[in-house]
């Protein structure tokens, strides 16, 4: 089964996290976030998962039961949400990783499985989870570990695992200042993914164990994963030999928990060829789909010409004299004449009044940008009414519009 962590908030994401959990957050013009996880746990043939939910849930609960009911319990498959509510006592939400995994155990022993993979649900990648689960088999490993390839300059920002020859981990270290190098390559260290398959049975005594522990933070990282290394067989798996992509791309893993690392994984999609294939049949993303009429573009005109150039624009788009240029439009966006929206990612819903002018910005939901407004030309002016990031992209959310309107 793949037991899926979805409960963070994700605060670096600013105000698009204020109603929604990170891994509803929405990505790549129809999805959200958690759909990467879940697809890529389908796809790998694994088709009873479970979602620990925790903070703001509700669109994150009604996404998975919109899109993600077509498991068939008779055929013994299924989506289980699994909200926070003080299963182990009357103050213990999750606190923890581990613990989210510990208040379900009587859950996870319904399921009667001998494996289990445990997911973060807030990344962007495609990788065949099959892959690792056999490795973990044909190493007898206690725990096996996602691991990604990363300059070493880099992985100070991971929990970084150093190697023998064979893959076994040796030492597993959370964010060092001096990160061990691969044992090929001085330059690169192994940075855990966040994403570990356990026997259960071994993993069930471990956070039994964890829990009873006063001084455990009850985290994967930081308590269990450094016991199983000193005191069991750890394997490192590298992503390179489960990523999904196709042949001669590089293997694609973001962790889009920032703005600008939200809006870059965005404008990387309209790219001549991007690294992440949305369009790859073989490994979908599966997600909510709406009822929508296609995308439709009016005016042609000088200064007022429906068009949009190397950008991705989703059903029920309406595109009215309105020049869009390398961009990511979501489900529902309508613009007016005379509107430029260039570099610029746009959450479903939004309305874009005539002569408004956006660059470089991220757009949330439901946003009704009023006429004229000028945004990513004076980071300065910006900046006293919108969210401003260090790589100068601008956030835009109806509180802020709203605060705009009110000086004019």
């Known amino acids: ?36 996880a879940l697809s890529n746990a389908l796809n790998s043939g694994i088709r009873k998962i479970a979602l620990a939910t925790q903070y703001k849930a509700h669109s994150l609960i009604r996404h998975c039961q919109r899109g993600w009911s077509f498991f068939r319990a008779e055929r013994n498959e299924f989506l289980d949400i699994l909200p926070a ?60 570990i996602g691991c990604l390839t990363v300059p070493r300059e880099e992985a100070s920002a991971f929990g970084v695992m150093a190697t023998d020859a064979s893959g076994q981990i040796t030492s597993f270290l959370e964010k060092p200042a001096d990160p061990p190098a691969t044992p090929e390559d001085p330059d690169k260290a ?8 356990f026997d259960w049975r071994f993993l069930r005594e ?3 164990k964890d829990a009873a522990d006063e001084a455990s933070s009850h985290d994967f990282g930081n308590d269990l994963i450094p016991e199983i290394v000193k005191n069991g067989k750890a394997m490192a798996h590298r992503f390179d030999d489960s ?21 870059q994984a965005n404008i990387d999609l309209t790219d001549f060829t991007p690294t992440l294939d949305l369009w790859d049949r073989n490994w979908p993303i ?28 989703s059903g029920g788009c309406i595109i009215s004299g309105t020049e869009v240029r390398n961009s990511l439009l979501f489900t ?24 408004a002018r956006l660059h470089r910005c991220v757009i949330d939901r439901g946003v009704v940008i009023p006429k004229g407004l000028v945004v990513g030309e004076d980071p300065e002016a910006d900046a006293k009414h919108f969210r401003v990031t260090e790589k100068g992209i601008t956030l835009i959310t109806q509180p802020m519009v ?7």
Not at 118 to 143: R, S, T
Not at 302 to 313: L, T
Not at 337 to 351: K, Q, Y
Request: aromatic content about 10%; charged content about 25%.
């Open 1 to 36: 089964m793949a037991f899926v962590l979805a409960g963070g908030r994700g605060s670096r994401l600013k105000e698009l996290t204020d109603k929604r959990v990170k891994p509803a957050v929405y990505f790549g013009g129809k999805s959200r976030i958690i759909d990467f």
């Open 85 to 144: 509510s003080q299963r182990m006592g009357d103050e213990a939400w999750y606190r923890g990783t581990a613990d989210a995994v510990t208040q379900n155990i009587d859950i996870v022993d319904s399921y009667d499985i001998d494996y289990v993979v445990i997911l973060a649900g807030d990344h962007i990648y495609k990788m065949d989870y099959e892959l690792m689960i056999q490795q973990h088999v044909e190493a007898g490993a206690d725990v096996t």
């Open 190 to 197: 192994l940075a855990s993914m966040g994403i570990y398959v």
């Open 206 to 208: 471990l956070l039994l």
């Open 243 to 263: 990523c999904v992509r196709a042949e001669g791309a590089e293997a694609y893993w973001r962790d889009v928990g920032t703005v600008d690392a939200f809006w």
């Open 286 to 313: 599966w997600t909510y789909s709406e009822m929508t009429p296609p995308a439709k573009f009016i005016h042609d005109e000088e200064d007022r010409r429906g068009m949009a150039i190397s950008s991705m624009i």
């Open 332 to 355: 529902n966006v309508h613009t007016n004449s005379f509107a430029v929206l260039d570099h610029s990612v746009v959450l479903p819903d939004v309305v874009l009044h005539r002569s």
């Open 402 to 408: 709203d605060k705009w309107e009110a000086a004019q």
